[in-house]
């Protein structure tokens, strides 16, 4: 034992997770530890037949108002910020009758599961812990004398530590999990807050809190030199966070990164009802596609761009099954993300090993509510997601030329995919498939030259004897503040424009649209994607 560590003679027990705690309780007893608990812990070890006394016994003052009080009390608070070798503190404790605390173990009252659930209000208000945070801040302020413990999993890692110590625990152990502790009331805080901001309509408080559960500790961030890992928030949208990774190696922050931008752009296909696929390479669609099967819908997204297609994430919104699997296989793909897969189709991705495969357990909701967080220096810029849908917008065709019933479709799909190219974006579509992507430029002219000058290449890949842009339609995710931007896409031979309208000139921009015969339509929203 060394000179910081500290011997385990009491410790008080409540948890609401009642995992492993019989075990962890035993082997306590057995090492002479004293436990007190409360409630249902205490119930649960008196009827295991081990020794345990009652919070209330000691305090005097029994559990009152349905167990909203019952460890709020100085018996209690005392015996865990008590700093063992103070004379002060050990007077008091011996004039009010404190008994040292050295073990503290308290899981908190399920809030955030309550609120998944879908509970009424009072139901969630009665999971707000109060006892639990504030016993666990006391014991983790007191970190130096007390050991605090908020999840069964850390059970082992104290046991442990006693055994190897004689009973003690070290002072690296106790801070370990006093970071654990604060971080997870933390958590805890703020998914309370968000609970209440959401209740009230009040997306942005006069405080914010953001916090979340580590889920993995990734290799590095989005280069080597960087630390990273993947957290769980209370967000409910599905995502691959709750996806079963069933074959290959683990993920990387950009595979998580990208594998997120293609369920995004997925679940904006919803409405179309049909087979899609997306494929993303650094956050981007390359190809996007509907098709009658999911081997069409992937051959007409791969058709769009295939050199970018190398080294992508592709998500599919229905099961895969051997041919697909197979078509896919033969281009390497970092990431596949599907709702399911056959047994032929697993075995033909087992082949590669390193292929990761995604079973979703659901798609993103594209109109859900929600938020979007970025650091900035000093500071955290907050916006709510970009839920809006073209289904909802009021198209305004704004050109003499109206667009036919199969342009009008592929202006709703150009815009849709345009919603998830980081800006400027320009998208051409032609028959439910991406022809050609621009993204990312600074000037919406130089997105919409690249997304023609990359279908020229993929027309030359695919032994098309010219650009598949020819008869495209063509969306840009914000207007065109000139003529130049549109006129570049009419050159590149799309026939029809989708665009939010909303610039200055967009008089000159509609007399050019009429004069190069194109039908062109304003949404009045705008998506950029930064």
């Known amino acids: 034992m060394t000179a910081s560590s500290r011997p385990i003679k009491r410790a008080l027990i409540s948890v609401s997770d009642k995992t492993g705690l019989l075990d962890f309780a035993q082997t306590l007893v057995a090492l002479g530890v004293d436990l007190l608990s409360t409630g249902g812990t205490a119930r649960t070890l008196k009827d295991a037949g081990l020794p345990v006394r009652d919070v209330s016994e000691v305090t005097g003052f029994p559990e009152i108002m349905d167990g909203r009080v019952k460890t709020l009390h100085p018996k209690v608070h005392g015996g865990l910020l008590a700093i063992r070798g103070n004379a002060g503190h050990e007077a008091a404790q011996k004039t009010h009758g404190i008994a040292d605390i050295d073990l503290l173990a308290v899981n908190l009252y399920p809030f955030e599961a309550t609120v998944a659930k879908g509970a009424e209000a009072e139901e969630v208000i009665e999971n707000i812990d109060i006892g639990g945070p504030a016993m666990i801040r006391a014991a983790s302020k007191n970190h130096a004398h007390v050991t605090v413990i908020v999840e069964p999993e850390d059970y082992a890692r104290v046991l442990a530590d006693m055994k190897a110590n004689g009973g003690a625990t070290t002072l690296a152990t106790r801070r370990a999990l006093a ?42 961030g989005e280069n080597p030199h960087q630390q990273a890992a993947f957290y769980q928030t209370t967000d409910p949208r599905p995502g691959v966070m709750d996806a079963m990774q069933v074959q290959g190696k683990e993920l990387s922050y950009n595979n998580i990164n990208d594998a997120d931008a293609a369920l995004e752009c997925l679940a904006e296909l919803a409405p179309e009802g049909k087979p899609a696929c997306v494929i993303v390479k650094h956050a981007n669609p390359c190809g996007v596609a509907l098709g009658e099967t999911a081997l069409e819908a992937y051959r007409k997204a791969l058709t769009c761009d295939p050199v970018s297609a190398f080294g992508g994430i592709i998500a599919l919104n229905r099961p895969l099954d051997e041919t697909t699997a197979s078509e896919i296989t033969k281009l390497f793909t970092e990431v596949i993300l599907v709702p399911g897969a056959d047994d032929k189709a697993r075995a033909l991705v087992a082949a590669k090993k390193n292929l990761r495969l995604l079973l979703l357990k659901a798609l993103p909701d594209a109109a859900a509510p929600g938020y979007a967080a970025r650091t900035v220096a000093g500071g955290l810029l907050v916006q709510t997601r970009d839920a809006a849908r073209v289904d909802d917008m009021d198209l305004r065709v704004v050109t003499r030329r109206q667009p036919s019933a199969q342009e009008l479709a592929d202006l709703r799909f150009a815009f849709r995919v345009a919603k998830h190219v980081k800006s400027n974006a320009i998208v051409y579509v032609k028959e439910g498939a991406t022809v050609g992507v621009g993204a990312g430029q600074m000037s919406r002219v130089d997105s919409a030259r690249i997304a023609a000058r990359k279908s020229e290449d993929a027309a030359l890949a695919a032994g098309t004897p010219e650009p598949l842009v020819k008869g495209s339609v063509v969306a840009s995710d914000a207007f065109f503040p000139f003529p130049d931007g549109l006129l570049q896409a009419a050159e590149a031979g799309a026939t029809a424009v989708i665009q939010p309208g909303g610039s200055v000139k967009d008089q000159d921009v509609i007399a050019a649209a009429d004069a190069a015969g194109l039908a062109m339509v304003f949404t009045g929203t705008r998506h950029f994607r930064h």
Do not use: M, V
Request: no cysteine.
């Open 179 to 220: 970071l654990k502790a604060y971080a997870r009331t933390a958590a805890y805080d703020a998914a309370i807050s968000r609970w209440f901001a959401d209740a009230l309509n009040e997306p942005f408080p006069a405080f914010i809190a953001l916090g979340g559960r580590r889920q993995q500790l990734l290799r590095y």
